[in-house]
């Protein structure tokens, strides 16, 4: 029973372009929605989040974007760069965190 | 503080006999996870701890697992009897105050591969 739903499961974007990450959830009580970012042999690390009660928050190159009413998140990268290149896995928390199964991005030079 | 520890990185076992991971959390975290992450999935819930009450446990985690954390600082996950299926990244991430609202902090994973 999959909660959090990333279908997928990878992307490529051009150095310098915008890349987005999407993300649907079933469950309407989630009150936080976070992204994580993953490098091979390393545990996710914390990205961005958003609380349920806005639709947008921004951190540098970062925004992440909430529509409730579709159940649905996606996260904006723009410049897209090199370095950005990993899996990145959604979340949704209630008592517990959900994770969807990840996006791997490449960002090609 | 470096963050969360997990040791050991890799365990390999033979099928039946029994695996002990170890997490110790960011010391003033007070919220401790479980989770376990298998090839092209995302980490699934095991069970968390609060302090060391253990408040939640996944029907993934059967009675061949076990977790506990006594004095609600480090935490340790015992698998008995291991079984092939078990292999996976098993990671643990903490809680608490000081980072963003919902934040985990993860560990870099115990990898187990059961023979």
């Known amino acids: 029973d999959q909660q959090v739903k990333q279908n997928s499961p990878s992307l490529s974007v051009q150095e310098g372009r915008i890349s987005i990450l999407n993300c649907d959830y079933t469950?309407?009580?989630?009150?936080?929605f976070l992204w994580y970012k993953k490098y091979p042999a390393e545990g996710p690390t914390f990205l961005i989040s958003i609380s349920s009660i806005k639709d947008k928050n921004e951190d540098g190159r970062f925004t992440v974007f909430l529509n409730k009413s579709a159940k649905h998140l996606s996260l904006h990268i723009v410049p897209s760069q090199p370095g950005d290149s990993a899996v990145y896995f959604c979340a949704a928390s209630g008592n517990q965190f959900y994770f969807g199964t990840g996006t791997s991005l490449t960002v090609i030079p | 503080d470096t963050g969360v520890s997990q040791n050991p990185r890799h365990k390999i076992t033979k099928r039946g006999q029994n695996v002990t991971f170890r997490c110790d959390p960011i010391?003033?975290?007070?919220?401790l996870y479980w989770y376990r992450q298998t090839l092209g999935q995302g980490p699934e819930f095991l069970t968390y701890?609060?302090?060391?009450?253990?408040?939640?446990k996944s029907r993934l985690l059967s009675d061949r697992f076990s977790a506990e954390r006594p004095k609600g600082s480090f935490s340790t996950l015992e698998i008995q009897r291991t079984e092939q299926g078990d292999s996976a990244m098993y990671l643990c991430?903490?809680?608490?105050?000081?980072?963003?609202?919902?934040?985990?902090?993860f560990g870099e994973g115990s990898r187990l591969t059961v023979l």
């Open positions: 701890f609060q302090n060391e009450a253990q408040l939640e």
């Open positions: 010391s003033e975290h007070n919220r």
């Open positions: 469950n309407s009580m989630f009150d936080y």
């Open positions: 991430a903490s809680s608490g105050p000081g980072g963003a609202t919902g934040e985990l902090f």
